[in-house]
């Protein structure tokens, strides 16, 4: 559901709310040949309950040892695990806010298998089991801001992307570290219906250098609020970048290749000019049709809490990444 924080229907300066955001994004996917309900589910013959149907119950989590963080951490206000789990962007399962958790009731992740793969000593791969077993599990609390403007405070359970990294032995040709989620179509109705999936590329993939990969916030959740990922955030297993827009933290990891150059990534295959291949969050550099100097901070407020927070310089962590680019330009390089 679009959380609607406007008290009317005028749009002041200041009143740029999430959901119109979301509407301009929607409007660039239509551009780009994302067609009409009716026409395109007409061409699939699937129907919408059908794939919900099999069960009423939602997706089953679990509780999670883990161990308390040494990392700093922050003081906001959590948003409530009943908005985590429930205003989602998972695109394969649909491109609305509330789908993810409908359409992803019966996903699974077990089995699973994540590899680690390319310019590496020691590839290996992780099963469901391993996944949540190889490394020490801590819970990390982290903001996480989309690109939409809306941000969230999430206790995220898993443990260091440097930690699985080392583990491989990248060599001396790895530059850049290349994030797929799993392809299955059958599962995951957007990735076979347009209209569902927004008409993006699948399957998704994401990117790090590999000097951001290494970085002590960069992290892989296998959990949030205590328990294993529900499906609609990423189950099994994905990516944390708490200073980047929230489309680099790709959900549901199927594959993890050091490689040497620059991978393709999907939003910024999608809209060049719109989503970078950097994607830190920047006050100062504004999305092309819209502001990103400030952001609504989803908390327990109520259907008119405004809570419209001034965004931060890398969301906040400039203390731990800035110095990851301190010889770039910023503007050019969002
Ligand atoms: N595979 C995949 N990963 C994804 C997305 C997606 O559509 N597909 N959406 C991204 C976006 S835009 C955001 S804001 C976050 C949202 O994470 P959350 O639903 O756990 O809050 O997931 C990111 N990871
Ligand atoms: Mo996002």
């Given at each position: 559901m679009l959380i609607k924080i406007k008290r009317n229907n005028e749009l002041t300066e200041n009143d740029v709310t999430d959901e119109s955001v979301y509407k301009e994004r929607r409007k660039l996917l239509k551009g780009l040949g994302f067609a009409g309900a009716s026409t395109l589910l007409a061409g699939t013959g699937l129907s919408l309950n059908a794939l919900a149907?099999?069960?009423?119950?939602s997706f089953k989590t679990t509780p999670l040892k883990f161990t308390k963080t040494n990392a700093k951490q922050i003081t906001d206000k959590l948003t409530p695990e009943a908005k985590v789990i429930s205003h989602n962007n998972f695109y394969e399962f649909g491109?609305?806010?509330?789908?993810p958790i409908e359409y992803a009731k019966?996903?699974?992740?077990?089995p699973w298998q994540l590899k680690i793969t390319g310019e590496v000593n020691k590839p290996f791969t992780l099963d469901y089991e391993q996944l949540f077993s190889s490394f020490e599990l801590e819970e990390r609390i982290y903001r996480l801001r989309c690109v939409e403007a809306w941000s969230m405070v999430i206790p995220w359970l898993g443990f260091r992307l440097a930690d699985l990294i080392k583990k491989a032995e990248p060599?001396?040709?790895?530059?850049y570290v290349k994030f797929k989620t799993l392809y299955d179509p059958k599962q995951m109705p957007g990735q076979s219906n347009r209209y569902l999936g927004g008409g993006i590329n699948y399957p998704y993939v994401e990117g790090l250098r590999l000097d951001e990969a290494m970085n002590d916030l960069s992290f892989l959740s296998v959990g949030l609020y205590g328990k294993t990922l529900p499906a609609q955030n990423g189950a099994p297993i994905r990516l944390v970048?708490?200073?980047?827009?929230?489309?680099?933290?790709?959900?549901?990891?199927?594959e993890i290749e050091l490689v040497t150059r620059k991978p393709k990534t999907t939003w910024n295959k999608l809209a060049p000019n719109e989503y970078?291949?950097?994607?830190?969050?920047?006050?100062?550099?504004?999305?092309p049709r819209w502001s990103q100097a400030s952001e609504r901070r989803i908390t327990?407020?109520?259907?008119?809490?405004?809570n419209r927070i001034e965004t931060q310089m890398f969301n906040g962590y400039a203390e731990q990444v800035a110095e990851l680019y301190k010889n770039m330009n910023l503007k050019r390089y969002y």
């Open positions: 149907k099999d069960s009423d119950s491109a609305k806010k509330d789908q019966n996903f699974k992740v077990d060599n001396s040709d790895a530059k970048t708490p200073w980047k827009y929230g489309f680099k933290s790709i959900k549901s990891i199927v970078g291949f950097y994607a830190n969050v920047n006050p100062n550099v504004d999305h327990s407020g109520g259907l008119f809490a405004r």
